[in-house]
């Protein structure tokens, strides 16, 4: 895939997004459209994930996260597009960590 058609989107998610499922269901998507990244619990409640793929498809995966699986709620979803950097393929769940901001 050429870098020029690539976009990669950071998203942090806020709502009822730990304990039910969550990750396992942007994992889970992710890998039906195909794009690549990673997603992962923050210590302060919130869902954070990075996903590259072509720019239709990181917007389809955003509108799945927005509305989360049965148990979650989700109250908004913060993005920030960035330059694409060919992560490595696939698409995984990543250890708890602070919040980054």
Not at 33 to 43: E, Q, T
Not at 45 to 50: D, K, Q
Not at 59 to 71: A, E, K, T
Request: with cysteine; charged share 25%.
């Amino acid at each position: 895939m050429e870098n020029a058609e690539l976009s990669q989107v950071r998203a942090l998610v806020e709502g009822r997004v730990q304990g039910v499922g969550f990750r396992y269901f942007v994992r889970q998507a992710a890998a039906e459209i195909g794009i690549s990244g990673w997603v992962r619990n923050l210590s302060d409640g919130r869902v954070e994930l990075m996903a590259e793929g072509k720019r239709q498809d990181c917007d389809r995966l955003l509108s799945l996260v927005n509305q989360g699986p049965n148990m979650s709620v989700v109250s908004a979803v913060h993005t920030t597009w960035r330059e694409p950097s060919e992560m490595e393929k696939g698409f995984r769940i990543k250890p708890t960590a602070k919040s980054p901001d």
